[in-house]
């Protein structure tokens, strides 16, 4: 109940987040029962059958990676001080974003399954002169264990991965308050000036380990995402010589490709979870480049705030470029000829693009909420508007310089191993 009155209080942004999770969540569940149904009608083609299952990982990937990016952002399950003493800490929150996760997607599985009903005839008779009759087995019994098993899916590992992100941690990077000489407190939870964490006096500092601010921590993780793309790109690289010397044989996956191509398909999610890991450190890299060679006020400020965001932009910038790269790898000319897509490949593409894309913007628009109070500091301190604007010009082009480049390498790098 408590989920339920939080969805429907929320404001239109947050309404508006929780809805792109239902479309997410229906897509991916009505691909899920196309799959099913392709099964039923094609029996003797187990293979092919497996093969379009496993094509719908990577929209169910991008689903619940939208959900956990709403369920982060949602600020009406956000844990409050106050709320503790009611009974709803961090714990009692954590339980009501995995409900509020788990009702979003379940409506979105309800839609899923009421279009494939209707697709196939069940409800008013086949639509569109019954153009979807094959490829959903229509006419035929479907089993009520395996379409509710797979409407499961979404909201049972939306919801679990979202309670996963969200559980309550133990802070360990945060030191521990010390008595001072004297047994008393060193008030470094509140200072008299209301900055949190600040000591009283510099004689009573914490003598824990000092711990740079996030903005001067640079992101870890680029070498491992370096390493992680080579790989990526060496496993597309060898697949793509192995399936150019080897007939296709066996099921067709979603696009065209063959079955034996399945591990350019594994190629491309290395080389997806390399861009994401590796988004952080290029996002942080390109700060320092802006403010590099005797900066002005608007390069130090932009690549600052790169630097500072860095952590929360840079890995959806890494998705959507990966995503990018892998589309134009599925659409590139094939045997000098385009390869031709039906409804259920252009609706995973545009679920997989769509989530990434959303991620991006929701990322996009708490980073901005989080520097409100910078500024409007700025802003009393007398920076003109426009000077902020140009600032934020200044980041989208910098961001632009860096990553385009790089998608369109990667991009041609893997759809080489494609093109014959």
Known sequence: ???????RVARPAVQLRRLTVVAASAGTGFLLLCSLGHALGHPEHSAAAVLRLSWCVMPLAATVYLAVAVARTDPGTRPRPGLSALGLGPGRMMAVSAATTALSCGLGSLLALLLFLHLRGDRTGLPFDGAAAGALAAGQRLPVAGVLTLLAVVPVLAS????????????????QRRPAEGGADDGSAQSPGGRAGAPKEAGHDDPGPHRPPASRRPPTGLPWGVAVLAAGLAVQSYAGRSTASAPASGGVLPGGLAASSFPVLVGWLLTALGLALAGPGLTHLCGLLLQSARPGALRLLAGRVLMAEAGRIGRPL????????????VVAPYDGTARVFGPLTALGTLLVAG????VLLTAT?????ERAVTIAALRRLGAPAMALRTAALLRTVALLALFAPLTLLIADLAARPLVR
Not at 1 to 7: G, T, V, Y
């Open 318 to 329: 890494g998705v959507v470029c990966a995503v990018a790269s892998g589309t134009y790898a």
């Open 1 to 7: 109940m408590l989920a339920l009155r939080l969805i």
């Open 365 to 369: 628009v708490e980073a901005r909420q």
């Open 160 to 175: 679990g991965v979202v309670a996963l992100v969200l559980r309550p941690r133990e802070d360990g990077a945060r030191p």
């Open 355 to 358: 989530c990434a894309v959303a």
